[in-house]
């Protein structure tokens, strides 16, 4: 017998009775209105050393953009943005190639109020180690895809199939020194959010 | 209303004050109080050594001891949590199930059965407040500070009915201080450290007494006092209510 | 890097506690994290029922978990993974080694995984000729020192950042004497970028599987999971059975709490989710059970196996603090390493749930409401049962027995116990006696309770 049989059959002898999953009344906290969502995102990206601008309009992004000094390598995934930017596309290969960009801007799908993270998938990605290899991350969210908590987030996401996926919350970090934070561990040393509004 | 008066062994045999307030104290609040002579101890050395298997002894002494009161009453938060959570009798665990579920801790007597509103006690002295594990964590005498949870302590609202009674705050609320059984010589080292910790959290806070439910943590903490030669004094909160100024 | 040893936890304990100073440094940097958790908890209104919500989630992944086992593997392999089952550590690691061989891989880095700490993995893989850089920074320092993480999710906290400068200089060429944190992560950065984009194997560890959809998430505040795999050919992740979890929503509810749990923090930097390899990659699930389908069966202890690794029981726990990890001598210490310990070697980690004043805090902050402190009284029970306890203490717990079942022995034995005290101190207060090392014996009051109250009440009952 292998062993994927026996540790299934110890497994299925071992189990207790069957317990049912919970009723969960999540999403609990649906956005009232009350809560300025996009506030409240960036209020916790910088509480957890990420930096937000809330700008009006795409346009507002661009400028913001162009005037960043981006050090010697900018790229982007975002079409709009392909004319100020070198535009990467999935087929970029091989991946270390990408190991001396300074700036890298890329659209998130979702951003998280609770906990200042952004969602972004594969296709928004091109290549999976862009935002960790990049020196800097600067990620797009339209203030309609600000959600309160982690439920809504995911009641967003739904069933969606992709290769691979993340929740990114601020800039890559450690405290294993003494608890001594250190932003910059071995992703990207800072992380901006541009939350546009119209 | 009649109740038995369970007094753990080593207060019975090292600290008979803190039994002899409980005892006045309930008489004062006009309850009959009678003390079976023939108790000895609850078992939980054994049970929480690994040998709960031996404690058959001292449970079928208990239920003989207690079974006829209404209520039976202890100055200790460990020993109560320990009856109501292991005493049995196989010959008999409808009786062991209803005597566990008759034993009470002072303070959650006083708070929950006898719901005392005053007391007529004076303590005119700084004193930190103790909060034995088993009593508030087991019992819940009094919240957790883990949990997201309303605050509140049935020691606490007691001790705040007495005249001129200063409660310092601390700075670690509900930190235990070590005691724990057996565990105080079996790891001796740490054991010693909390309980050093506990001592210099009540001093830095200017306490002149500690306090608390369980006069086994209170032991532990004056075997640190005296060994510093500290006049920062332990006394069991029945003392206090009771009334009692000095010792 | 050998962890255990013959030594138990309260002679470890007390070597730690040698270093008064250090124990306090210790002990307050992870009360500090206990505070970062309570300030954060206490923003989340609903922080109870969340975690009321985790625990009954993990409760319906055990009744079911060989259904789900089955699910997730179908899932994983329809997204193209390749899907290993281990029965212990060394099947794992054997795995892992035909994995490497069959690519032609010498060298490989891994992110942060306990599972193959108590596999032994890095040794193994070590005497078989083959290089593991442990890239999450607080593994590498104690891979640098030789040492075994202590603690599951801060594995150097025992380390002083002079100990790291010293260790820094040794191996990575920094300045002598330079202890700056800053500094420190940079050279780490740098030194670990190489790594990172030369090695075509990494190995992580998975914090949740998903059944749903054959998915996993692993939680970084580095980064380095994701660097090691999407620069690497063959990806490789290593979980325990328990790792499952039903469906995809449920992140939500397991990863507000995690973090928050751990460290304080409202979420890690990155929690990605692996679906399919990259185009033209490998990605390999190597599913471990080690004793957890024999916890499983325990109906007192199953519950241990909803552990999501937080940590939090750790930051909490006041004998941890003041001990130290390496006290456990074990892969997962604490108090949720000492009610998982006893099912892998009942005799080698029968110390562990001694090793305790059940004072009941590691129930309170766990995630997932695991019964820790009820279950380290049972392993206690379970322990004496199955003979893993000393002659000394079984004699001594009868005459205890003996003396305290019978009213008129116990008189006695109190009686005489405090004229010793009284007339003949010397008997006890002395080095034979671990009590009066470091504190007084009580005052031998001059008669007890059942004295008094017998002079002075005379009408107590006698039964018995």
């Given at each position: 017998m292998s062993s994927r049989e026996n540790i299934l059959n110890v497994v299925?002898?071992?189990?207790?009775?069957?317990?049912?999953?919970?009723?969960?009344?999540?999403?609990?906290?649906?956005?009232?209105?009350?809560?300025?969502?996009?506030?409240?995102?960036?209020?916790?990206?910088?509480?957890?050393?990420?930096?937000?601008?809330?700008?009006?309009?795409?346009?507002?992004?661009?400028?913001?953009?162009?005037?960043?000094?981006?050090?010697?390598?900018?790229?982007?995934?975002?079409?709009?943005?392909?004319?100020?930017l070198e535009p990467i596309s999935s087929g970029l290969t091989p991946a270390q190639s990408l190991q001396d960009v300074d700036y890298a801007v890329i659209e998130a799908g979702i951003a998280v109020a609770e906990n200042g993270a952004v969602w972004v998938?594969?296709?928004?990605?091109?290549?999976?180690?862009?935002?960790?290899?990049?020196?800097?991350?600067?990620?797009?969210?339209?203030?309609?895809?600000?959600?309160?908590?982690?439920?809504?987030?995911?009641?967003?996401?739904?069933?969606?199939?992709?290769?691979?996926?993340?929740?990114?919350?601020?800039?890559?970090?450690?405290a294993d020194i003494e608890q001594s934070l250190v932003l910059g561990a071995h992703g990207p040393r800072s992380m901006t959010v541009l939350i546009i509004m119209a | 209303?009649?109740?038995?008066?369970?007094?753990?062994?080593?207060?019975?045999?090292?600290?008979?004050?803190?039994?002899?307030?409980?005892?006045?104290?309930?008489?004062?609040?006009?309850?009959?109080?009678?003390?079976?002579?023939?108790?000895?101890?609850?078992?939980?050395?054994?049970?929480?050594?690994?040998?709960?298997?031996?404690?058959?002894?001292?449970?079928?002494?208990?239920?003989?001891?207690?079974?006829?009161?209404?209520?039976?009453?202890?100055?200790?938060?460990?020993?109560?949590?320990?009856?109501?959570?292991?005493l049995h009798d196989d010959a008999n665990p409808q009786l062991a199930s209803e005597v566990a579920s008759k034993v009470y801790e002072l303070t959650s007597f006083l708070v929950d059965v006898l719901k005392?509103?005053?007391?007529?006690?004076?303590?005119?002295?700084?004193?930190?407040?103790?909060?034995?594990?088993?009593?508030?964590?087991?019992?819940?005498?009094?919240?957790?500070?883990?949990?997201?949870?309303?605050?509140?302590?049935?020691?606490?609202?007691?001790?705040?009915?007495?005249?001129?009674?200063?409660?310092?705050?601390?700075?670690?609320?509900?930190?235990?201080c070590g005691f724990g059984g057996t565990f105080c010589v079996a790891e001796e080292a740490v054991s010693v450290k909390m309980g050093k910790d506990r001592v210099a959290d009540h001093l830095q806070h200017g306490a002149e007494y500690i306090t608390g439910v369980d006069m086994s943590c209170l032991m532990h903490m004056e075997g640190i006092l005296h060994r510093q030669q500290s006049k920062v004094k332990v006394i069991h909160i029945a003392e206090i209510l009771n009334g009692q100024a000095e010792l | 890097m050998m962890m255990k040893t013959e030594a138990e936890h309260a002679?470890?304990?007390?070597?730690?506690?040698?270093?008064?100073?250090?124990?306090?440094?210790?002990?307050?940097?992870?009360?500090?994290?206990?505070?970062?958790?309570?300030?954060?908890?206490?923003?989340?209104?609903?922080?109870?029922?969340?975690?009321?919500?985790?625990?009954?989630?993990?409760?319906?992944?055990?009744?079911?978990?060989?259904?789900?086992?089955?699910?997730?593997?179908?899932?994983?392999?329809?997204?193209?993974?390749?899907?290993?089952?281990?029965?212990?550590?060394?099947?794992?690691?054997?795995?892992?080694?035909?994995?490497?061989?069959?690519?032609?891989?010498?060298?490989?880095?891994?992110s942060k995984s306990m599972l193959t700490e108590e596999c032994h993995l890095n040794e193994f893989l070590e005497q078989q000729g083959l290089e593991v850089i442990d890239s999450d920074l607080g593994e590498r320092i104690v891979q640098l020192a030789k040492e075994a993480p202590s603690h599951i999710v801060l594995p150097c906290i025992h380390k002083k950042k002079e100990e790291i400068g010293e260790l820094f200089h040794q191996y990575l060429g920094t300045p002598e004497g330079n202890a700056d944190p800053q500094f420190l992560t940079e050279t780490a950065r740098q030194h670990l970028r190489e790594v990172f984009l030369t090695r075509k194997a990494a190995l992580t560890g998975v914090n949740f599987a998903i059944a749903e959809t054959g998915e996993f998430v692993v939680c970084t505040n580095e980064g380095n999971a994701d660097m090691g795999a999407h620069l690497a050919d063959v990806h490789i992740a290593s979980m325990g059975i328990e790792k499952i979890i039903p469906e995809r929503k449920h992140l939500g509810v397991f990863l507000r709490l995690l973090t928050r749990s751990a460290t304080g923090q409202p979420i890690t930097t990155y929690s990605s989710h692996f679906m399919k390899p990259n185009p033209g990659k490998e990605m390999h699930i190597?599913?471990?059970?080690?004793?957890?389908?024999?916890?499983?069966?325990?109906?007192?202890?199953?519950?241990?196996?909803?552990?999501?690794?937080?940590?939090?029981?750790?930051?909490?726990?006041?004998?941890?603090?003041?001990?130290?990890?390496?006290?456990?001598?074990?892969?997962?210490?604490?108090?949720?390493?000492?009610?998982?310990?006893?099912?892998?070697?009942?005799?080698?980690?029968?110390?562990?749930?001694?090793a305790s004043t059940l004072c009941g805090s590691c129930s309170n902050v766990c995630p997932v409401k695991i019964d820790i402190h009820t279950q380290?009284?049972?392993?206690?029970?379970?322990?004496?049962?199955?003979?893993?306890?000393?002659?000394?203490?079984?004699?001594?717990?009868?005459?205890?027995?003996?003396?305290?079942?019978?009213?008129?022995a116990y008189r006695l034995g109190g009686k005489a116990g405090r004229a010793v005290l009284k007339y003949a101190p010397f008997m006890v207060n002395n080095k034979l006696n671990p009590w009066y090392k470091q504190r007084d014996m009580p005052n031998p009051p001059k008669e007890s309770f059942g004295e008094w109250y017998s002079k002075n009440k005379g009408e107590g009952k006698d039964k018995a």
């Amino acid at each position: 017998m292998s062993s994927r049989e026996n540790i299934l059959n110890v497994v299925k002898a071992s189990q207790p009775d069957y317990a049912p999953l919970p009723h969960m009344d999540y999403p609990a906290n649906k956005n009232t209105g009350e809560v300025n969502l996009q506030e409240k995102f960036a209020a916790s990206l910088t509480a957890i050393g990420g930096k937000a601008e809330i700008v009006s309009t795409m346009q507002d992004a661009r400028d913001y953009i162009q005037k960043l000094d981006k050090g010697k390598r900018s790229v982007t995934t975002v079409p709009m943005l392909n004319d100020l930017l070198e535009p990467i596309s999935s087929g970029l290969t091989p991946a270390q190639s990408l190991q001396d960009v300074d700036y890298a801007v890329i659209e998130a799908g979702i951003a998280v109020a609770e906990n200042g993270a952004v969602w972004v998938t594969e296709e928004g990605l091109g290549i999976r180690v862009l935002p960790f290899i990049c020196q800097h991350l600067i990620a797009i969210i339209r203030v309609e895809n600000i959600v309160p908590d982690m439920h809504q987030a995911y009641e967003m996401i739904g069933g969606r199939q992709y290769g691979f996926a993340t929740f990114i919350a601020g800039p890559s970090k450690t405290a294993d020194i003494e608890q001594s934070l250190v932003l910059g561990a071995h992703g990207p040393r800072s992380m901006t959010v541009l939350i546009i509004m119209a | 209303m009649k109740v038995g008066l369970f007094i753990p062994c080593y207060v019975d045999q090292f600290y008979p004050g803190a039994a002899i307030a409980t005892m006045q104290l309930l008489e004062k609040l006009g309850v009959e109080v009678v003390y079976p002579k023939n108790q000895t101890c609850c078992g939980q050395p054994m049970a929480n050594s690994g040998f709960e298997h031996l404690t058959g002894g001292c449970n079928s002494l208990f239920i003989t001891n207690f079974s006829e009161f209404d209520y039976i009453v202890a100055p200790s938060g460990s020993c109560v949590l320990h009856i109501r959570e292991h005493l049995h009798d196989d010959a008999n665990p409808q009786l062991a199930s209803e005597v566990a579920s008759k034993v009470y801790e002072l303070t959650s007597f006083l708070v929950d059965v006898l719901k005392v509103k005053d007391l007529s006690a004076r303590f005119p002295h700084r004193v930190g407040m103790h909060q034995s594990c088993h009593g508030q964590r087991g019992l819940h005498l009094s919240q957790m500070s883990e949990l997201v949870a309303p605050e509140f302590s049935k020691p606490g609202y007691l001790l705040n009915m007495v005249k001129d009674i200063e409660l310092i705050p601390l700075s670690r609320v509900d930190e235990c201080c070590g005691f724990g059984g057996t565990f105080c010589v079996a790891e001796e080292a740490v054991s010693v450290k909390m309980g050093k910790d506990r001592v210099a959290d009540h001093l830095q806070h200017g306490a002149e007494y500690i306090t608390g439910v369980d006069m086994s943590c209170l032991m532990h903490m004056e075997g640190i006092l005296h060994r510093q030669q500290s006049k920062v004094k332990v006394i069991h909160i029945a003392e206090i209510l009771n009334g009692q100024a000095e010792l | 890097m050998m962890m255990k040893t013959e030594a138990e936890h309260a002679e470890l304990a007390q070597d730690f506690n040698k270093d008064e100073e250090r124990v306090n440094w210790h002990d307050e940097t992870l009360w500090w994290l206990r505070q970062k958790r309570d300030r954060i908890a206490h923003q989340i209104p609903e922080w109870e029922q969340l975690r009321e919500t985790a625990s009954t989630i993990k409760g319906n992944v055990l009744s079911n978990l060989s259904a789900y086992l089955t699910q997730f593997e179908e899932k994983a392999i329809a997204n193209g993974v390749t899907v290993h089952w281990a029965a212990d550590g060394a099947e794992h690691n054997n795995i892992v080694l035909e994995i490497l061989k069959s690519h032609g891989v010498t060298r490989m880095v891994k992110s942060k995984s306990m599972l193959t700490e108590e596999c032994h993995l890095n040794e193994f893989l070590e005497q078989q000729g083959l290089e593991v850089i442990d890239s999450d920074l607080g593994e590498r320092i104690v891979q640098l020192a030789k040492e075994a993480p202590s603690h599951i999710v801060l594995p150097c906290i025992h380390k002083k950042k002079e100990e790291i400068g010293e260790l820094f200089h040794q191996y990575l060429g920094t300045p002598e004497g330079n202890a700056d944190p800053q500094f420190l992560t940079e050279t780490a950065r740098q030194h670990l970028r190489e790594v990172f984009l030369t090695r075509k194997a990494a190995l992580t560890g998975v914090n949740f599987a998903i059944a749903e959809t054959g998915e996993f998430v692993v939680c970084t505040n580095e980064g380095n999971a994701d660097m090691g795999a999407h620069l690497a050919d063959v990806h490789i992740a290593s979980m325990g059975i328990e790792k499952i979890i039903p469906e995809r929503k449920h992140l939500g509810v397991f990863l507000r709490l995690l973090t928050r749990s751990a460290t304080g923090q409202p979420i890690t930097t990155y929690s990605s989710h692996f679906m399919k390899p990259n185009p033209g990659k490998e990605m390999h699930i190597v599913i471990v059970d080690n004793g957890r389908s024999v916890q499983l069966g325990r109906a007192d202890f199953r519950n241990s196996l909803k552990c999501i690794r937080c940590g939090a029981c750790m930051n909490t726990c006041p004998v941890y603090r003041r001990s130290g990890g390496h006290s456990y001598h074990t892969a997962i210490a604490g108090p949720i390493g000492s009610i998982l310990a006893p099912n892998l070697d009942m005799k080698e980690y029968a110390d562990l749930p001694f090793a305790s004043t059940l004072c009941g805090s590691c129930s309170n902050v766990c995630p997932v409401k695991i019964d820790i402190h009820t279950q380290l009284y049972k392993w206690r029970q379970m322990i004496v049962q199955n003979g893993y306890t000393t002659t000394t203490k079984k004699t001594g717990m009868k005459i205890m027995n003996t003396v305290l079942s019978s009213p008129g022995a116990y008189r006695l034995g109190g009686k005489a116990g405090r004229a010793v005290l009284k007339y003949a101190p010397f008997m006890v207060n002395n080095k034979l006696n671990p009590w009066y090392k470091q504190r007084d014996m009580p005052n031998p009051p001059k008669e007890s309770f059942g004295e008094w109250y017998s002079k002075n009440k005379g009408e107590g009952k006698d039964k018995a």
